[in-house]
Every structure is written in structure tokens, then in C-alpha cells.
């Protein structure tokens, strides 16, 4: 009987040996096609490579980051924030399936950030065993108002910003409605007419539209959809004289983008 024993848990470790092979396999095709797409411009942000390098059993993914928009420094406080994206991301429906190769490979996944003037870099992980659980986990109807709020959380490690000179986009919150963007303008500086408010929230459209529909942006889209959220530009002016504008852009013309 033991004899019997030793030889049914040898079988049994061949055959798990022989899956997970065939699992780093798949994996690995997996990410050599997506590689293949590869450099890919996401705002001022590039995706360089994915690589899935076995001897680690670790599948990378590398991000070039224009350090004239974005600060490598605010990165790494940001930590908290991308790992909530990611788990976030892995469990959605675009990703599902990858997720579950991962698992099935028993692989850790780490996204990298490299500054493209200093080279300097930060990177955020999960484990295999944190992509398991997460893969054990049960997709709620909040996980996708989970995605904003983690892109929600990064944008704001990257505030205040100056967009023009005399307007500084100070903060960006997500509503129940809606997703609010926060400015400060300076009215000695930049002029807002009551007159002109149709004409700025129309332009402010199509440039929300353009940015929207790029195939990079084009899940984030989806989920904005799906949720029924529209989006406000909300203009305070530095000093308690000038008059406060908000700009609105409905759900209703969003979904028709």
C-alpha cells in the first residue's frame, strides 16, 4: 500500500509539474503577442515592453514616464493607490482572463515606471500568492467605480499642475454622478466671460471626446458609460472677487462619443 501511495503522488506531481508548464507556456505566448503591440503612447506616458522572464516566473511591464508632466517621486508615494487600480484592473472583464493565466502559472506580476530624462524608477508587484486570492475573490458590481477611484487616487499624487499659465488644475474627485475636475484661475491673468461659458463647454467636449475614444483610454470609457457618470470642470478664481465657473458635460453626451 505505500509502495502504491509513493507511486500515485509521483504521478500526481508529474501531472502538476506537466500543467504548470503548459501554463507558463500559454502565459508566455500571451505576453510575447502583447509585447508585439508594443511601444504604445498612453497620454504622455509610453508602454515600453511586457516581458515575461521564467527564470523569475515574474511577467513585467515596463512604462516610460514624460518627467515634464509627471513626477517619479510622487510615484512612489503612490503605491497604496496603484495597487488598488491594479487589483482593481486584474479583476475586471478586460483582464479576466489574463488574471487567471497568471494564477495558472503560479507567475507575480509587476508593472515598472522609469523616468525617460533621470532613468530613475519605481515599480509596484503582486505576488503570486496576492493573485491567487484576488483571482479567489468574487467581482462585485463596485469594481469598476473601484478602477476610477484608484486612476482618481494617481491623478491627484500629481497635483497642483499648471495647464496654461494662470490656470492650475488643483484636484479631481469621483461623485456619485459624475467626475469632477477642480481649477484655480487667475482672473488678473485669464479671462472668463459668462457668454463664452457654451463655446468653452463645447470645446472642452470634443477634447474629452478625442481622449476618451483613443483605443488607449477605450475600458476607462466603458466603465464611465456603464456607470452613467458625466463630468464637470469647476473653475474657482484665486482671489473672492472673481465669479466661479462650472462647465458640465452630461452622461447623456458622453455616451454618444
Known amino acids: 500500500m505505500k509502495k502504491f501511495l509513493n507511486v500515485f503522488m509521483l504521478l500526481a506531481l508529474l501531472c502538476l509539474a506537466s500543467c504548470s508548464s503548459e501554463a507558463s507556456k500559454k502565459l508566455a505566448s500571451e505576453v510575447e503577442e502583447?509585447?508585439?503591440?508594443?511601444?504604445?503612447?498612453?497620454?504622455?506616458?509610453?508602454?515600453?515592453?511586457?516581458v515575461y522572464d521564467k527564470s523569475d516566473n515574474e511577467v513585467v511591464m515596463t512604462?516610460?514616464?514624460?518627467?515634464?508632466?509627471?513626477?517619479?517621486a510622487n510615484l512612489s508615494g503612490a503605491r497604496d493607490e496603484q495597487r488598488r487600480y491594479l487589483h482593481a484592473f486584474l479583476r475586471g472583464e478586460v483582464a479576466g482572463s489574463f488574471l487567471d493565466d497568471l494564477v495558472a502559472a503560479g507567475a507575480s506580476f509587476t508593472i515598472r515606471f522609469e523616468g525617460n530624462n533621470s532613468g530613475a524608477s519605481?515599480?509596484?508587484?503582486?505576488s503570486a500568492a496576492e493573485l491567487k486570492a484576488l483571482d479567489a475573490e468574487a467581482v462585485g458590481e463596485d469594481n469598476d467605480r473601484a478602477q476610477l477611484e484608484g486612476l482618481v487616487a494617481m491623478a491627484n499624487r500629481?497635483?497642483?499642475?499648471?495647464?496654461i499659465d494662470g490656470v492650475t488644475f488643483t484636484s479631481v474627485a469621483?461623485?456619485?454622478?459624475?467626475?469632477?475636475y477642480f481649477y484655480v484661475y487667475d482672473p488678473v491673468k485669464v479671462t472668463?466671460?459668462?457668454?463664452s461659458l457654451e463655446s468653452m463647454r463645447k470645446l472642452a467636449a470634443e477634447e474629452l471626446r478625442g481622449e476618451l475614444t483613443a483605443p488607449e483610454s477605450r475600458q476607462q470609457f466603458d466603465i464611465i458609460r456603464k456607470l452613467g457618470l458625466g463630468v464637470r470642470m469647476i473653475y474657482s478664481p484665486s482671489d473672492s472677487v472673481a465669479q466661479k465657473f462650472v462647465l458640465t458635460i452630461p452622461s447623456e453626451e458622453i455616451a454618444l462619443f
Not at 502583447?34 to 511586457?50: A, E, H, K, Y
Not at 512604462?63 to 517619479?72: G, H, N, Q, R
Not at 500629481?158 to 495647464?163: D, F, G, N, S
Not at 472668463?192 to 457668454?195: E, F, L, S, T
Open 192 to 195: 472668463i466671460m459668462a457668454d
Open 122 to 126: 519605481e515599480s509596484v508587484s503582486l
Open 174 to 180: 469621483l461623485a456619485d454622478s459624475s467626475i469632477d
Open 34 to 50: 502583447f509585447n508585439r503591440d508594443c511601444p504604445q503612447q498612453f497620454g504622455t506616458t509610453v508602454l515600453r515592453s511586457i
Open 158 to 163: 500629481q497635483t497642483p499642475a499648471e495647464i
Open 63 to 72: 512604462y516610460i514616464v514624460d518627467e515634464k508632466y509627471t513626477d517619479i
